[in-house]
């Protein structure tokens, strides 16, 4: 009875949190900040911290969702990636045939087979395994490759994969452990981010670290780890004046970020918990009546995060 009722509270939490206006805005911020950036690197050199936005949003939102069901035990591996699959691929299909016919006015054959080729890692989400091998993300040649962009979408549908097995596997073995395992994962994954992405390691190891599961997972993990935190009620969000004042905190750490970090910045390294931390803050904080929920609650960001993924 204990284990359905709070199973009954797991998913009544989902709902709104899938209703929140304030996660779909954060996420259509880390879109557009993601767009820009590959639009002018120059210009909107901020934008990749979107990237680091969203893992820590899907880290929570994914969280949420597996560990409600393996709480009901509703979860089924089968349906959770067909409703991934309805999701993501229809999508990514019709963007691939899009971005086919554009480069082919625009690019040359080399351009053109490399573009190609990455759509298809892209397809079996292996991209970012295929770029590690070769293309720095920062590099001017990743400018020609429309595609290069999917490789976030990589590391987060490997990140389904893996996560949804330890979780029940952890679950059924001592459903106390879960928090522990995941924090000693966060930290094994954190350690290699800032280990590998030391600028005085060889470039081929600094932007492997850049793309590679291993060394994001820490981030996704961060948003699973904040999500057992509220489930577990330790995080207390009913006074306004805190959280108008952490929302505005986590605000600064990602503006902060946006201004001070550059090309030189080690990433994803210990320095990456500067917005990551500010976006988990966003996260649990920016509630309704916070000002800093009206600012970021506007129509159409809220609109783009909801189309986005």
Not at 59 to 83: A, D, R
Not at 233 to 244: F, P, Q
């Amino acid at each position: 009875m204990i284990f359905l009722e709070r199973g009954k509270i797991l998913t009544e939490s989902i709902t709104k949190i899938a209703r929140r206006d304030d996660i779909q805005a954060l996420r259509g911020f880390a879109v557009i900040s993601v767009l820009l950036f590959h639009f002018n690197k120059d210009i909107f050199s901020f934008g990749y911290l979107g990237v680091d936005v969203f893992f820590v949003i899907s880290g929570f939102v994914i969280s949420n969702l597996i560990y409600s069901e393996i709480t009901n035990n509703t979860f089924s591996f089968k349906s959770f990636f067909s409703k991934r699959f309805k999701r993501i691929i229809p999508a990514l299909l019709s963007y691939g045939i899009f971005v086919q016919i554009i480069i082919y006015f625009v690019l040359d054959h080399r351009q053109i087979i490399e573009t190609s080729k990455t759509l298809m890692y892209s397809l079996g989400f292996l991209s970012n395994i295929h770029l590690s091998r070769y293309l720095p993300y920062f590099d001017s040649g990743s400018e020609y490759n429309l595609v290069v962009n999917l490789w976030s979408l990589s590391v987060e549908e490997q990140f389904y994969i893996i996560f949804p097995l330890l979780a029940m596997l952890i679950y059924k073995l001592n459903r106390a452990l879960i928090l522990p395992f995941f924090l000693l994962l966060f930290f094994i994954s954190l350690s290699l981010a800032h280990i590998y992405s030391k600028s005085e390691n060889d470039a081929f190891i600094t932007h492997g670290s850049f793309f590679l599961f291993p060394t994001r997972a820490w981030e996704l993990l961060l948003g699973s780890i904040l999500f057992l935190a509220h489930s577990n009620n330790w995080i207390k969000i009913n006074d306004i004046n805190v959280n108008n004042l952490m929302s505005f905190f986590g605000l600064v750490l990602i503006c902060y970020s946006i201004i001070f970090f550059s090309e030189a910045t080690p990433f994803p390294s210990i320095y990456t918990l500067i917005p990551t931390i500010g976006t988990a803050l966003l996260i649990t904080f920016c509630r309704k009546g916070t000002l800093i929920n009206k600012i970021l609650t506007v129509k159409p960001m809220i609109l783009i995060g909801l189309i986005s993924y």
